[in-house]
């Protein structure tokens, strides 16, 4: 007989709420039922066509991004096709023109998902700056990228874009934008290129499209040190010299995300005691403990998808632990245990 459910009440919500139901495998590893089938996922993401009359099968931006799965026809070589060819027309109206930086996570859809990105910026001639070593680049590198770029700059700016669903589940694919500015697109900017990539959906005119090879070799394809350049500058914004000569025992587990290769980095470059507590991507993310619906969710705020750095806790003076694209952080302190990322901020 399963265990029964149990709930509990967030502290840092309001009361009124109801109780969240607590699925019996949350916080343990997650079953060979719960993994995704990546090669079927990734070949629905290339053979299925989206019927633009079903709602469910259209583009739809939330945080600054289209989220769906191949499997739901919701996220497909035609929505990422039609969303960046609405990004290159957004750019032309707003007079963005300078390199558009382009980043992705780990998600089992993100690489395909890149390649049709390519090929349609390749198609429209935008210089798009690619990650040296064709690696993953985590949504703060973009941003990183593009403030750095726009510094100082009044014209030939610079924006971006990252393949990410942040920290939906395996089997979901996503794409977002990043304006100049560097930070999430404002629902303006979404609300236009979600109206334009429909229309794109409905009727592929003004669709521009290269295959991946012609795409790659573009003179406008161009590769971009995003992991060398985002650690050797951030001792300018953490005094991390402070954080060596406190010798603190830190950990680091990137669930599987695109900062992965960047912690050893930090580390190295830093003197630092930090452990990176797993270093595996794999596209199931069936290392991540189910989260409190019966889900894996690369959940970095959520107790049960940490419960693997929660255990480690005393080992440790602090732990952090982040999503796919690394936008998000938990925190982990041996007094504490998991704590609100926004109280240890402030």
């Not at 935008?126 to 070593?133: F, I, L, P, S």
């Not at 999430?184 to 290129?193: R, V």
């Not at 985002?230 to 695109?258: I, K, M, P, T």
Request: charged share 20%.
């Amino acid at each position: 007989m399963p265990a029964p459910r149990q709930t509990y009440q967030p502290t840092n919500l309001p009361s009124r709420l109801p109780p969240v139901t607590i699925h019996e495998l949350a916080g343990k590893p997650a079953p060979a039922s719960l993994l995704i089938d990546v090669p079927c996922l990734v070949s629905s993401y290339y053979t299925q066509r989206p019927d633009p009359s079903d709602a469910s099968q259209r583009v739809s931006f939330g945080t600054s991004g289209h989220r769906g799965s191949s499997f739901d026809v919701s996220f497909n070589e035609d929505h990422v096709w039609c969303v960046v060819q609405a990004v290159c027309d957004y750019r032309k109206t707003r007079g963005v023109d300078g390199p558009l930086f382009l980043g992705k996570d780990t998600h089992a859809l993100s690489e395909p998902a890149h390649r049709s990105t390519l090929e349609v910026l390749a198609a429209n001639r935008v210089e798009v700056m690619m990650d040296a070593e064709s690696g993953y680049t985590p949504t703060p590198a973009v941003s990183h990228a593009i403030l750095t770029y726009n510094q100082g700059r009044r014209s030939e700016l610079a924006d971006g874009i990252i393949i990410t669903p942040s920290h939906n589940p395996p089997g979901d694919g996503g794409i977002k934008y990043n304006p100049p500015h560097g930070g999430p697109a404002e629902s303006e900017i979404t609300a236009w290129i979600e109206d334009r990539a429909n229309r794109l959906l409905e009727n592929r005119q003004g669709l521009k499209r290269w295959n991946y090879r012609q795409a790659l070799s573009s003179p406008t394809t161009h590769r971009h040190p995003y992991r060398e350049n985002y650690v050797s500058q951030l001792d300018q914004v953490v005094d991390l010299e402070a954080v060596r000569s406190a010798e603190l025992r830190l950990a680091a587990d990137a669930l599987g995300g695109a900062g992965i290769r960047y912690w050893d980095a930090i580390a190295e470059r830093y003197r630092l005691k930090l452990t990176l507590i797993d270093g595996r991507v794999d596209h199931t993310f069936a290392f991540v403990p189910v989260d409190h619906d019966g889900k894996i969710r690369m959940d970095c705020s959520s107790p049960h998808a940490m419960a693997g750095l929660v255990e480690l806790k005393d080992r440790y003076d602090l732990a952090f632990g982040n999503d796919p694209d690394f936008d998000r952080h938990g925190i982990v302190t041996s007094s504490g245990g998991l704590m609100n990322p926004n109280h240890y901020l402030a």
